[in-house]
């Protein structure tokens, strides 16, 4: 191993043995994390390992919700191209798992990731035994890397996505990530400025591919018209009435979306505003600002309570998982960690529910999907609150226009289905090299 390897083999083991005794007396205290401890540390149950029958033995691995979503579409095509292949799933989160497990069910064991320490890598690695480790996005794992690789493992990054904010950090440590990415078989890569930074980093030009976002594949299918329908009755909405999503709305943005909506509410003061922070967490900051605004509101949980209906303008979503349903009833969309400097969110899911979708200049993680809708005439991007307010408002009053922007949009993202099958394929042909050795 070169000398920025061994160093963080060394300081990641140092750490490990320093710090875990007071970690673990910790969780025995407050119970916080001592759930699942020992898949942590890899140590996975028996049945999670015992249901893997066929071949090849895949692991997916992936950090949270999105990432899980890109591996369904992957685990789909290999499905069909390979029936007898087997999957085990694992997860950094524990949103990530509770989706997983509703997404792959009993069929697919979901654990959580072990952590990138040598011992708990062997362990796990030893006991799963895959015939290919598939890392999503940018699960970049240098411990884990090593030691696929160094027990024959195949590995490969899928759906692979450096982003333009995130680059000049891994320059900075480019000798390290050199080596660290010479254990990886291949780079099955999102888009082409993807591919052109994991090759700066060092990644072999010769194992790198293009084969676009997955996240697209699962989008269309899972639109739903009764989903909508069960939305506008929770939310006690008549199809008339105008509605504006902010969703996955980070910290400063609540601010500009209430600022906003106070001018929209000039010009249409009927319209509702759902706002769904990205993390839950921050919602008694949520609700300071509305009430410093003078706005009421409701929760998203007050509605479970004895089955009571949404009377206020506002609404603030403080349940996890929820926003793609809340989409569908939206007029009008804003995607958030966009108007302030954190890579935005994902704009193609309030597409697919054909909705014409604002968001600010701040797209870096979702470079491919704003490159695809504005390709389309279909994206409306916006560089202040004030621009919100304005746009919002032409569109109201243009609602033809507001819906051809959202049937360009949708037909974008059902027209741009297909990349699940081209990574499946990078898996398939992995383990052929396997076998055919």
Same mark, same amino acid.
């Given at each position: 191993?070169?000398?920025?390897?061994? +160093?963080?083999?060394?300081?990641?083991?140092?750490?490990?043995?320093?710090? !875990?005794?007071? !970690?673990?007396?910790?969780?025995?205290?407050?119970?916080?994390?001592?759930?699942?401890?020992?898949?942590?540390?890899?140590?996975?149950?028996?049945?999670?390992?015992?249901?893997?029958?066929?071949?090849?033995?895949?692991?997916?691995?992936?950090?949270?919700?999105?990432?899980?979503?890109?591996?369904?579409?992957?685990?789909?095509?290999?499905?069909?191209?390979?029936?007898?292949?087997?999957?085990?799933?694992?997860?950094?989160? =524990?949103?990530?798992?509770?989706?997983?497990?509703?997404?792959?069910?009993? @069929?697919?064991?979901?654990?959580?990731?072990?952590?990138?320490?040598?011992?708990?890598?062997?362990?796990?690695? !030893?006991?799963?035994?895959?015939?290919?480790?598939?890392?999503?996005?940018?699960?970049?794992?240098?411990?884990?890397?090593?030691?696929?690789?160094?027990?024959?493992?195949?590995?490969?990054?899928?759906?692979?996505?450096?982003?333009?904010?995130?680059?000049?950090?891994?320059?900075?440590?480019?000798?390290?990530?050199?080596?660290?990415?010479?254990?990886?078989?291949?780079?099955?890569?999102?888009?082409? /400025?993807?591919?052109?930074?994991?090759?700066?980093?060092? +990644?072999?030009?010769?194992?790198?591919?293009?084969? /676009?976002?997955?996240?697209?594949?699962?989008?269309?299918?899972?639109? @739903?018209? /009764?989903?909508?329908?069960?939305?506008?009755?929770?939310?006690?909405?008549?199809?008339?009435?105008?509605?504006?999503?902010?969703?996955?709305?980070?910290? %400063? =943005?609540?601010?500009?979306?209430?600022?906003?909506?106070?001018?929209?509410?000039?010009?249409?003061? $009927?319209?509702?505003?759902?706002?769904?922070?990205?993390?839950?967490?921050?919602?008694? #900051?949520?609700?300071?600002?509305?009430?410093?605004?003078?706005?009421?509101?409701?929760?998203?949980?007050?509605?479970?309570?004895?089955?009571?209906?949404?009377?206020?303008?506002?609404?603030?979503?403080?349940?996890?998982?929820?926003?793609?349903?809340?989409?569908?009833? %939206?007029?009008?969309?804003?995607?958030?960690?966009?108007?302030?400097?954190?890579?935005?969110?994902?704009?193609? $899911?309030?597409?697919?529910?054909?909705?014409?979708?604002?968001?600010?200049?701040?797209?870096?993680?979702?470079?491919? #999907?704003?490159?695809?809708?504005?390709?389309?005439?279909? %994206?409306?991007?916006?560089?202040?609150?004030?621009?919100?307010?304005?746009?919002?408002?032409?569109?109201?009053?243009?609602?033809? $226009?507001?819906?051809?922007? %959202?049937?360009?949009?949708?037909?974008?993202?059902?027209?741009?289905?297909?990349?699940?099958?081209?990574?499946?394929?990078?898996?398939?042909?992995?383990?052929?090299?396997?076998?055919?050795?």
């Amino acid at each position: 191993m070169k000398m920025l390897y061994g +160093a963080y083999f060394a300081i990641s083991g140092g750490l490990f043995v320093s710090l !875990f005794p007071a !970690f673990w007396t910790y969780t025995r205290i407050t119970g916080k994390y001592r759930r699942h401890l020992e898949e942590r540390l890899g140590v996975f149950p028996p049945e999670a390992v015992q249901c893997l029958t066929g071949r090849p033995r895949i692991w997916m691995h992936t950090a949270s919700l999105g990432e899980v979503k890109v591996a369904a579409s992957i685990v789909k095509a290999l499905r069909r191209m390979m029936p007898g292949c087997s999957f085990i799933v694992s997860t950094v989160t =524990e949103h990530g798992r509770k989706l997983a497990r509703e997404t792959f069910g009993e @069929d697919i064991p979901v654990v959580y990731a072990p952590i990138d320490f040598v011992g708990s890598i062997r362990k796990a690695l !030893f006991t799963v035994r895959p015939d290919v480790m598939a890392f999503i996005e940018t699960e970049i794992w240098p411990a884990w890397l090593f030691e696929a690789h160094r027990m024959g493992i195949k590995t490969a990054l899928m759906n692979g996505r450096i982003s333009v904010r995130s680059i000049g950090k891994y320059l900075k440590l480019r000798p390290f990530f050199r080596d660290v990415l010479r254990n990886l078989d291949v780079f099955s890569m999102i888009r082409a /400025g993807d591919a052109e930074r994991i090759k700066a980093m060092g +990644a072999d030009p010769q194992k790198i591919e293009i084969n /676009g976002n997955a996240k697209y594949d699962l989008l269309g299918a899972t639109v @739903d018209p /009764g989903i909508e329908s069960e939305m506008r009755e929770i939310l006690n909405l008549k199809t008339s009435d105008k509605v504006f999503v902010a969703g996955s709305t980070r910290n %400063g =943005e609540e601010a500009m979306v209430l600022d906003a909506y106070q001018k929209i509410l000039k010009e249409f003061p $009927e319209t509702i505003l759902i706002i769904a922070p990205r993390h839950i967490e921050r919602i008694h #900051a949520i609700k300071a600002l509305v009430e410093k605004s003078g706005l009421g509101y409701q929760l998203w949980t007050d509605l479970d309570k004895e089955k009571a209906k949404r009377t206020e303008q506002v609404m603030i979503i403080n349940a996890f998982g929820e926003l793609f349903r809340i989409y569908s009833v %939206g007029t009008i969309v804003f995607c958030g960690g966009s108007l302030v400097p954190l890579g935005g969110q994902n704009p193609l $899911e309030p597409a697919a529910w054909g909705k014409a979708v604002f968001y600010g200049p701040s797209m870096e993680n979702f470079m491919d #999907a704003k490159s695809l809708l504005e390709a389309n005439k279909a %994206g409306l991007p916006i560089s202040n609150p004030e621009m919100l307010a304005e746009k919002a408002v032409w569109f109201l009053g243009h609602p033809e $226009e507001l819906k051809a922007y %959202g049937e360009r949009g949708r037909a974008a993202v059902l027209k741009n289905k297909g990349a699940g099958e081209k990574h499946a394929r990078v898996i398939m042909r992995l383990w052929e090299s396997v076998a055919n050795a």
